[in-house]
Structures are given as C-alpha cells and as structure tokens.
C-alpha cells in the first residue's frame, strides 16, 4: 500500500504520483493522510485503485475520476466528483455544494447532508444522498439519478432533461418543469437495483420514495411558457 | 377641383429616424410570431472601432524599416506564467472559440487546417471536441464552458490549452442556445443529450462563483493534467480593468476578452446589440489593469470581437494586446456570406453579407449547419487553405504598418504610435486626436 501524508507531501506529488499509474499496476491501495481539507486531492485519477483519504477535503476531491474507487473519511468540500466518468467515491460525512457536478458516470455516495446544487447538470453519474440535499439540485440535470433519502431544498430539478430524481423524504419545492411522477414498479425495481449495486440495499424502503422528472415541457421554446423561467 | 384639391401639394414622404425600416418590420415581426429575434454574429451596428484610429508612420523623429528586407518578427508565446507548456505561435492572430453543433464537422477541420497551416492555434467551443478538428489542429485549445458539454479529462490532456468561459462579447452575462433544428445525431450524443430539443448553455459554471473559488478551479485543472497546459480565461468586455485584474488575481496564464462586436452561433438580437462595450474602449483598460499588476505581457492578453485585418491586428497590438483572435472573420474566409451563394440567400429571405440565421441550420455555404447535404459543400482542405491565405495576409498587413512605425517586431508596436481620429475614439482608446495631444478624459 502506498501511503502519503500530505503534512509532508504535497498534493501535486500525490497526484502526480495517481496520474502515473499504468493498467496493471500492482499499486491499487493508496492511502491519504492529514488531507486537512486540501483542495483537489485526487483530481484527475485514471486507474482501478482504492484510494482512503483519512480525513475532509476541500474542494473537487476526485475531480473527473475514471475508474478509482475514493473514500473520503470525513467531510468534503465544493465539487466532490465534479465530472467524475466512472468510479466510486463515498463521502462519509457531508458533502458542499455541486456535489458530483456535471458527473458523466460512476457513482457518488454522500452518507450525511449534501449542500446546494447537488447533481448540478448531471450527465449519466448516479448519486445517493443519505440526508438532505440542498436548493436547486438537479439544477438541468440531463441523466443519471439522483437518490436522496431524506429530503430536498427549493427548487428541485430546475429545468432538469432526462435526470431521474428519487426522494423519500418533503421537497420544499420543485423548478422549472420539474414534476413529480407516478413511483411505479418498474422504478422501485431500478431503484432496489441500484441500491443493490451501490451495497445501499436493505437500508431504506423504496416504498417510501417519491419520482421526480422532467415535464419535457420547455424542451423547445413556446413563448406562452415564458413565465416558467 | 374642390378648393382643398387645389390648395394640395405634395410633400416627400418621411420616415422616421426611431421608427427606421428595420424597427417597424422587427416591431411586426415580434408581434407576429411571439418570440425575440434569435440570430448568429456580433452586433452590426456601426460603433468606435479601429477604422477609428490611423498608425503614425515614420518620419524626421522616427526611423522606418526597409518593408521587404528587414525583419520584423510576428511570433508570441502564450502561457509563460505557470504552464510547464507554453503555446508558441507564429503570428499573432488566433482562430477564436466556436462549437462543433454551431458549426459543421467540416467547418472545424478547415478553422484547423488553416490555422495549422499559417503557423496559429484554433478553439473548440461548447459541445467538446471533435477528432477532425484535433487531428486537424496543430494547436488546439480546449474550451472548459459552463454547460461542460462533452467536457472529459482524456479530451483535457488532448488540448494543448485550457481556456475557461466566463463570457464572450456578443453576451456578456448570457448562456447559450443551441435550437433543436440544427441537433443531429452526433451533436446530441457529444452533448449527452435527446436530439431535437434546444439545448440551453448556462450562463454560470455550476461548481464555482466567483474568483476565489475560480482561483480553485484553475488548479483543479492544472492538477488534472499536471501543470503542463496554459490555462486561458475568457471575459466578454464589460467592465475590462476589474475582470482582468480578478482573472490575474485567480491565476490565470492568459486573459482573452471579447469586445461586443465577436460573434456567436445563436443569441437574441437585442443582448448582441446592448449588453457590452466596443473592443477598443476595452483594451486600454484591461492593459492598464496588468501594468497596474505588473503582469503586463507576463499574462497575455488575447483580444477580439470585430478583428478584419491586418490593420486591426496592429492597433490592437499596439494598444497592448499580445494577440487577437478571429471568429466571423475567419467564416467569411471559410466562404460564409459568399455572393455565389446568392440565390439561396434570397430564398431564405436574405442576401450575401446579411445572412445571420445561423441557428436555423439552412446555411448555403455549408457552415453554421448540420444538414448533411449543405455541410459538403465546403472543402475542408479548400477552405483551409483560403483561411491560411487569410491570416497570411493579415499578418503581411500587419508587419507592414508596423515597419513603417521603425518596429522590428510586432510586439513593439504602443500607444504612441497611434492617432484617433474621433473624440469618441480618443476617448476610448485613450490615444490623442490626430494633430493635437489631446486626450478626452485624460489618461
């Protein structure tokens, strides 16, 4: 196992060292310590390893990860997982605002409260939020899903596309042609399914959650929709 | 005859000088279809520009230079401040940043090849990166939008730069949109989205606001691809001094800003014509924000919005840009507007020249389109070549006033080589009216 103690390392050494890893390498547990809230610490990881990072992190930890799995003992800052392609990362306290923005695959697990703008522009990552989250989350999100066992600030699913919202716990509002949609047996099936992939199964009862999607409304602008915006 | 017909004579019908043609038919327009005018290019109303500004050639106090023997240098290097990999040119006109989706696959591998082959970079732009135009492109700059739009991190270490848009000049303050006519197949998989819909491009980038958290980002992407890229930021001007000082501030290697007359693929009419300021009341500004921060020329500055030629290119220079870029220019040379294309114009209820409804997808030359049948036929290989031939001559322009201002380099170029002709020019390029040394507003 690789460790770095980044109260003696900097993070450019410790992701200098991530970027080099090649497809076979024998290198697949890495261990951060004393991350004391860095910012952009495994930003950029290309490769099937485990990463621990003892402690919270500052902003864009596993910032466009491919393939690494990235537990972050701790809290983490602005934009954990921003853009993240595939790969895991599991936040085991809060996460700040634009969790997992813009993320194109993989999976983000949050296990406290995520802030604002969770899932800001999603494009295929899936994201599960064992709190809340905060106002405008899903803000145009395209695809992907996001999963919040308890609840959603203002403005849920602004001008969302295809991003698929489920939610167990009161929306204190939806946005721009978000609508909520009938939770039928195919969804509690994708929904176990997904839980089931993410080791978060048997945790909660999908019974309980409520669908979330776009009305597809504003897709092509009518200007007798105007007052949506 | 009544003697009211008798007392008649005939006055010359006038029309208003508000109320022109263009406003009563755009006042019917509105009221017919319900919806503003959504249109393609920069603001065509005639504004300060640099026709504005004449270069004082040399005379008994200035000695020229020979203009076919002695040398005067055109490269630039850009990105010396942190990138272990600077970009180095060999002329100081830039191909602007416009979107494959905007623009078809044929259209960015001509912008590639020209610009390759005269010794320039070229620009992706919202919607990612295509393998023509990388494979096309000597040196390509990767845009990193708020819509992040087929944004990856493979494509990222594929660029040569990174440039971060937080504006442009045709909207400063604007997002974009993308109608649903013109999403193919190709456009809305590199966009991870369904075809036919509008796709909407913020205005903000969703994981920061403002330069601190800006200032974190960069470094985001310096990690991302090993501090080896030079990281742009693009402002559309506005207010150019504090912009350029905070884009300084958030480690920026390179500040490019876009004056309101840089072009874009689809935005309203009226955010074109009345959100932002002319590139030559914004240049001076920005350049005195780097002098202020002693960053001038150690963070380029990269200017367009309404660049033609070689002319332009040396007022601008020697106004305190590093280097211009071109965008509507550089689809003119592609062939856009071109009159052998007239009668299609017309059918689009159009003419050469004033085709705009580049959103729409229907463009007879083949160029802010989709459609498989109009995009053939441009060339890419003939088209650019033309573009080459272009900067070409931009250049040669450029070095000629130049030499005739005794500069043996572009860069040499200042402000005390320029006279304006305008009390508006003189007092928004901050350059003294021709024959005196008077400056409107002091410097």
């Known amino acids: 196992m690789s460790t770095f103690d980044l109260t003696k390392s900097s993070v450019r050494e410790l992701n200098a060292a991530l970027h080099t890893l090649k497809d076979d390498t024998n290198d697949t547990l ?22 621990n990072v003892q402690g919270s992190v500052g902003y864009f930890c596993g910032g466009m990860n491919k393939r690494a799995n990235i537990v972050v003992d701790g809290s983490a800052g602005q934009g954990v997982g921003e853009n993240m392609m595939s790969g895991r990362i599991h936040v085991k306290g809060d996460a700040s605002q634009s969790a997992g923005a813009t993320g194109r695959g993989g999976l983000l697990i949050v296990d406290g409260n995520a802030s604002a703008r969770c899932g800001i522009s999603m494009k295929g990552i899936d994201i599960i939020v064992k709190g809340d989250v905060g106002h405008l989350s899903a803000f145009m999100g395209q695809n992907g899903r996001l999963v919040v066992f308890g609840e959603a600030g203002e403005a849920l699913g602004d001008s969302i596309y295809e991003a698929r919202l489920f939610v167990r716990g009161p929306v204190a509002g939806l ?55 | 005859m009544t003697s009211h017909e008798r007392n008649w004579v005939p006055t010359t019908p006038r029309k208003s000088a508000t109320f022109d043609d263009y406003t009563l038919s755009e006042i019917r327009r509105a009221s017919l279809t319900g919806i503003y005018d959504i249109r393609g290019g920069g603001s065509k109303r005639r504004l300060p520009n640099f026709d504005d500004l004449v270069l004082l050639g040399a005379s008994m106090s200035r000695y020229p230079l020979e203009g076919y023997r002695e040398k005067c240098g055109t490269d630039v290097t850009l990105g010396t401040r942190f990138a272990k990999k600077p970009i180095k040119l060999k002329i ?25 082959l005269a010794g320039t970079s070229t620009t992706t732009g919202d919607g990612g990166m295509t393998p023509e135009e990388r494979g096309q492109s000597e040196t390509l700059v990767y845009q990193y939008l708020p819509s992040r739009y087929g944004m990856n991190p493979d494509d990222l270490r594929r660029a040569d730069a990174i440039e971060i848009v937080i504006g442009q000049g ?93 072009g874009t693929a689809a935005t309203q009419e009226v955010f074109i014509e009345h959100v932002g300021i002319p590139l030559l009341s914004a240049i001076r500004p920005a350049v005195q924000a780097l002098q202020d921060l002693g960053m001038h020329r150690k963070v380029q500055l990269v200017v367009s919005g309404g660049i ?15 280097a211009v870029a071109i965008g509507s220019a550089a689809l003119v040379a592609l062939g856009d507007n071109d009159p052998k294309w007239e009668r299609e114009y017309a059918k689009l209820g159009s003419t050469a020249g004033a085709y705009d409804d580049w959103h729409e997808g229907r463009d007879p030359a083949g160029i802010t389109t989709q459609t498989p049948e109009l995009s053939q036929r441009l060339d890419p290989v003939i088209a650019g070549r033309r573009l080459a031939n272009y900067l070409k001559v931009m250049t040669l322009e450029a070095q000629t006033l130049a030499r005739a201002c005794g500069k043996n380099h572009l860069h040499n170029l200042e402000p005390e080589d320029l006279a304006a002709l305008t009390l508006d020019a003189a007092a928004m390029a901050r350059i003294p009216l021709a024959g005196t040394n008077w400056i409107p507003g002091g410097v």
């Open chain 2, 170 to 262: 045709a909207k400063p303050g604007g997002g974009g949109m993308l109608l649903g006519q013109k999403i193919s197949d190709r456009v809305a998989e590199m966009r991870q989205l369904p075809k036919g819909i509008d796709q909407r491009s913020a205005c903000r980038h969703p994981d920061w606001t403002g330069a601190d958290d800006l200032e974190i980002k960069i470094n985001e992407l310096r990690e991302i691809t090993d501090w080896e890229k030079p990281i742009y930021l693009k402002v559309g001007a506005s207010r150019p001094y504090f912009d350029v000082a905070l884009a300084v501030k958030s480690g920026a290697d390179v500040v490019v800003l876009d004056g309101m007359q840089g």
């Open chain 1, 30 to 51: 890495w261990s951060v310590l004393n991350p004391n809230g860095e910012h952009s610490i495994a930003a950029g990881v290309d490769a099937a390893v485990a990463i």
């Open chain 1, 175 to 229: 946005g721009a042609d978000c609508i909520e949609k009938p939770m039928r047996d195919e969804h509690k099936a994708e929904l176990i399914e997904l839980l089931a992939a993410s080791g978060q199964d048997h945790k909660v009862d999908v019974a309980e959650f409520r669908r979330y999607g776009s009305a597809r409304k504003l897709y092509n602008f009518n200007i007798d929709n105007a007052g949506a915006y």
């Open chain 2, 308 to 322: 033609r030629n070689g002319a332009d290119v040396a007022k601008a220079l020697a106004l305190g840009a590093d």
């Open chain 2, 92 to 116: 100081p006109v830039t191909i602007a940043g416009m979107s494959f989706g905007s623009l078809s696959a044929n259209a960015k591998e001509a912008l590639g090849r020209g610009a390759s």
